[in-house]
């Protein structure tokens, strides 16, 4: 396990990261079976992209961090979510949107020895509509041999293929070379410009009131970006100013347009809540309160955890609360939401606009403890302190010390810590919840990471 990567983002300068670019997205789609996960794996160069033995079952992560030739990245798997033949060409579609909606550059995979199928065709058709960066990737090239099949899909009509083999490597470089040329380098779907508007993910499971809140927020309002100008598609994301500032709401084309999928519909909600988190800043997570908590929910609220994004609970319907349901409300929080506790909540009702404007001191306070530094020399002084009145317990005759510490990244605020030993998961947790005793963050989830010296 390597603790010892956020040290890359160490710096003294606390502007220098204040303006964090979201990275850019590349999505890869296909239907089953092309080589999706082989090409991620390729591409990642590492075994941690799973390929699934067994058909059917769920990936769990879609996103991956990246980094070729110097150029990082987000790539994001659509495919993880294998259809059965009869919903195949309704899942690979919404694949195929949420990639457009979402990435920077879509690479479209088709097997290059079975050449294009009606289901390729059909997403061909939804690709063509985008103005996105699309690279037909013939995949299943292994040798020169397989080239005039790759040639053939110029028929397509999606430009040059590339013929690559996912599984040896061959040509993978140079389709990477020409994705690099036309992928920004900080991601274009969130526009991330410095001092621009900061970057809002409405999430939550179907019917807890997304699109209501949107609506009511945006009112008369409304200041639509149109990213896609000249597409019939909605816009990806929309500005709203709320308490005398524009924000900028990730992802409201997800919100907006239900899709409405048979087979599959946790997985591609599960999809577009990730994608959305890669481009945000901090998450609103909607809750009904006229619902019991579900596990659903607490999934939600986890993947906000993974993302290190910053967190609101917005506890909506709060009109419909009675006080049977209030006294359950209260021990369902204290049972499944302990762990984030930290997080700032608002009960709110989208219908009626009650306490909406609460919403916004809510994202501030998250924002700004999520963008936290604390000065290295106060840090140590914490550190010293603490283990002054509570040192770790000693372990086989050992007692690992704690040399030095330094917050090496904001965004969320990540600590380091050098030590002589391995601290156990207890004491970790203990600095944390000092941590926040003593400088607050709330709204921001916080990572204390440690590295033991030889
Ligand atoms: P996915 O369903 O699109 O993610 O496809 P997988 O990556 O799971 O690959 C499906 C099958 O095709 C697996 O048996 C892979 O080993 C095989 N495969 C993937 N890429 C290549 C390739 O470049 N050449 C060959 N010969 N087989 C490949
Ligand atoms: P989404 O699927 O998360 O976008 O949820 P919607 O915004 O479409 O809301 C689902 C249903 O809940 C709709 O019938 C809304 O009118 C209703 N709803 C949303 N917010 C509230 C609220 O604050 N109070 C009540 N009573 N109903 C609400």
Same mark, same amino acid.
Request: proline share 6%; net charge negative; hydrophobic share 40%.
């Given at each position: 396990e390597?603790d010892?990567?956020v040290?890359?983002?160490?710096?003294?300068?606390?502007?220098?990261?204040?303006?964090?670019?979201?990275?850019p997205?590349?999505?890869?789609?296909g239907?089953?079976?092309?080589?999706?996960?082989?090409?991620?794996?390729?591409?990642?160069?590492?075994?941690?992209?799973?390929v699934?033995?067994?058909?059917?079952?769920?990936?769990?992560?879609?996103s991956?961090?990246?980094?070729?030739?110097?150029?990082?990245?987000?790539?994001?798997d659509?495919?993880?979510?294998?259809?059965?033949?009869?919903?195949?060409?309704?899942?690979?579609?919404?694949?195929?949107e949420?990639a457009i909606?979402?990435?920077?550059?879509v690479l479209?995979v088709?097997?290059?020895?079975?050449?294009a199928t009606s289901?390729?065709?059909?997403?061909?058709?939804?690709?063509?509509?985008?103005?996105?960066?699309v690279?037909?990737?013939?995949?299943?090239v292994d040798?020169?041999r397989?080239e005039?099949?790759a040639?053939?899909?110029?028929?397509?009509?999606l430009?040059?293929?590339?013929?690559?083999?996912a599984?040896?490597g061959?040509?993978?470089?140079?389709?990477?070379?020409?994705?690099?040329t036309?992928l920004?380098?900080?991601s274009?779907?969130?526009?991330?410009?410095?001092?621009?508007?900061?970057?809002?993910?409405?999430?939550?499971?179907?019917?807890?009131?997304?699109?209501?809140?949107?609506?009511?927020?945006?009112g #008369? #309002?409304?200041?639509?970006?149109n990213?896609?100008?000249?597409t019939t598609?909605?816009?990806?994301?929309?500005?709203?100013?709320?308490?005398?500032?524009?924000?900028?709401f990730?992802?409201t084309?997800?919100?907006?347009?239900?899709?409405?999928?048979?087979?599959?519909?946790?997985?591609?909600?599960?999809?577009?809540?990730?994608?959305?988190?890669?481009?945000?800043e901090?998450?609103?997570?909607?809750?009904?309160?006229?619902?019991?908590?579900?596990?659903?929910?607490?999934?939600?609220?986890?993947?906000?955890?993974?993302?290190?994004?910053?967190?609101?609970?917005?506890?909506?319907?709060?009109?419909?609360?009675?006080?049977?349901?209030?006294?359950?409300?209260?021990?369902?929080?204290?049972q499944?939401l302990?762990?984030?506790s930290?997080?700032?909540?608002?009960n709110i009702?989208?219908?009626?606009?009650?306490?909406?404007?609460?919403?916004?001191?809510?994202?501030?306070?998250?924002?700004?403890?999520?963008d936290?530094?604390?000065p290295?020399?106060?840090?140590?002084?914490?550190?010293?302190?603490?283990?002054?009145?509570?040192?770790?317990?000693?372990?086989?005759?050992?007692?690992?010390?704690?040399?030095?510490?330094?917050?090496?990244?904001?965004?969320?605020?990540?600590?380091?810590?050098?030590?002589?030993?391995?601290?156990?998961?207890g004491y970790?947790?203990?600095?944390?919840?000092?941590l926040?005793?003593?400088y607050?963050?709330e709204?921001?989830?916080?990572?204390?990471?440690?590295?033991?010296?030889?």
């Amino acid at each position: 396990e390597d603790d010892f990567g956020v040290l890359d983002s160490a710096t003294d300068d606390p502007d220098a990261i204040r303006y964090l670019p979201a990275l850019p997205v590349i999505a890869i789609v296909g239907r089953p079976n092309v080589g999706k996960s082989a090409l991620v794996n390729r591409i990642l160069g590492r075994r941690e992209a799973v390929v699934e033995d067994t058909p059917g079952v769920t990936r769990d992560r879609v996103s991956y961090k990246g980094e070729w030739l110097d150029r990082r990245f987000t790539l994001v798997d659509t495919g993880g979510w294998e259809p059965d033949a009869k919903g195949i060409d309704a899942s690979v579609a919404a694949q195929a949107e949420v990639a457009i909606d979402l990435a920077d550059v879509v690479l479209f995979v088709v097997d290059a020895r079975v050449g294009a199928t009606s289901t390729d065709e059909h997403v061909v058709r939804l690709l063509r509509k985008t103005d996105r960066p699309v690279f037909l990737v013939a995949n299943k090239v292994d040798d020169a041999r397989q080239e005039p099949e790759a040639a053939a899909l110029w028929n397509l009509g999606l430009g040059e293929p590339f013929p690559v083999s996912a599984l040896h490597g061959r040509g993978v470089a140079d389709m990477l070379d020409a994705v690099f040329t036309k992928l920004p380098l900080v991601s274009a779907v969130a526009k991330d410009e410095v001092g621009g508007p900061r970057r809002v993910a409405i999430l939550g499971r179907p019917n807890v009131g997304k699109s209501s809140l949107l609506n009511k927020a945006a009112g #008369e #309002e409304r200041v639509v970006v149109n990213e896609l100008a000249g597409t019939t598609r909605d816009p990806v994301d929309e500005q709203i100013e709320l308490g005398g500032k524009i924000w900028r709401f990730v992802d409201t084309a997800g919100i907006r347009r239900r899709v409405h999928l048979q087979q599959g519909a946790d997985f591609y909600a599960s999809l577009r809540t990730q994608a959305a988190l890669e481009k945000a800043e901090v998450a609103v997570v909607m809750l009904d309160v006229s619902q019991p908590l579900s596990e659903q929910d607490v999934r939600i609220i986890d993947l906000v955890l993974e993302s290190g994004r910053a967190l609101v609970l917005a506890f909506n319907k709060w009109d419909l609360l009675d006080d049977e349901r209030r006294r359950y409300l209260e021990r369902e929080i204290e049972q499944d939401l302990a762990h984030v506790s930290w997080a700032p909540r608002v009960n709110i009702s989208a219908r009626t606009g009650r306490h909406l404007e609460k919403l916004v001191p809510a994202l501030e306070t998250a924002l700004e403890s999520w963008d936290t530094r604390i000065p290295t020399g106060k840090f140590n002084a914490f550190i010293t302190e603490l283990t002054q009145e509570h040192p770790h317990p000693v372990r086989g005759g050992k007692q690992p010390r704690i040399l030095f510490g330094t917050q090496a990244a904001s965004r969320p605020p990540t600590f380091v810590l050098f030590t002589t030993g391995f601290l156990d998961p207890g004491y970790r947790r203990f600095i944390q919840r000092r941590l926040r005793e003593i400088y607050g963050f709330e709204g921001s989830p916080i990572v204390v990471n440690m590295r033991v010296r030889e």
